[in-house]
């Protein structure tokens, strides 16, 4: 089921990033869809920590697909510079896709129909200057049980609701447990 939450401050989206990251299983998808500067990298440098990823995630600003290693390896793929989908279909994304790492695209607007059709859809939308909003859009079973596993973790987070209440800045999500 899709759901939505609203961040307050960067290290907040980076531990939903890291809350992530720590759940994510090898071939998984995230799009991460939204304007500029919303927090797609900085969600996407939380999720690499969470994979236990220690090298600095930048912005694949000019090359397209940044892959870092770690226990799962990272694809980071940015289509804000292609041009069309057919360039993203020459860059061979499927083989990010359905590999055996964990695979976060942001721009996927830009080649929709380069982009699987089962994947974890987040869509960012700048609230204010340090309020974001995500909404969680899961296609497909793998990502409605991750976006439920997702939504749980947050919900456990004290002073924080699924709707989007306001959390306690600061708080770490919960290590024990699951992962
Ligand atoms: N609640 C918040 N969540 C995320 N980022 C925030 C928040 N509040 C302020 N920011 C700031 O917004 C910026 C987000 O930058 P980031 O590079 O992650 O955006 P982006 O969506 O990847 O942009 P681009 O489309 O250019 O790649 C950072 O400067 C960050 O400090
Ligand atoms: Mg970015």
């Given at each position: 089921m899709a759901f939505s939450i609203v961040t307050h401050s960067?290290?907040?989206t980076f531990q939903i990033g890291q809350a992530l990251g720590r759940m994510a299983k090898p071939g998984d998808v995230l799009l991460l869809q939204g304007p500029l500067g919303t927090g797609k990298t900085l969600l996407t440098q939380g999720l690499a920590k969470g994979l236990g990823i220690?090298?600095?995630v930048t912005s694949p600003t000019f090359i397209i697909v940044n892959q870092y290693p770690g226990?799962?390896?990272l694809y980071h793929v940015d289509l804000y510079r292609i041009e069309a989908t057919a360039e993203a279909i020459d860059l061979g994304l499927d083989d990010y896709f359905f590999g055996d790492g964990v695979c976060v695209v942001e721009w996927p607007e830009r080649a929709p129909s380069a982009m699987p059709p089962e994947h974890l859809l987040v869509v960012l939308e700048h609230i204010g200057e340090h309020e974001r909003s995500f909404s969680f859009q899961p296609?497909?079973?793998?990502y409605q049980a991750l976006a439920e596993q997702l939504r749980k973790a947050i919900d456990l987070r004290p002073g924080q609701k699924a709707g989007g209440s306001r959390p306690h800045p600061g708080t770490d999500p919960p290590s024990g447990g699951s992962a």
């Open positions: 960067p290290d907040e220690t090298a600095p226990p799962l390896v296609k497909g079973s793998r």
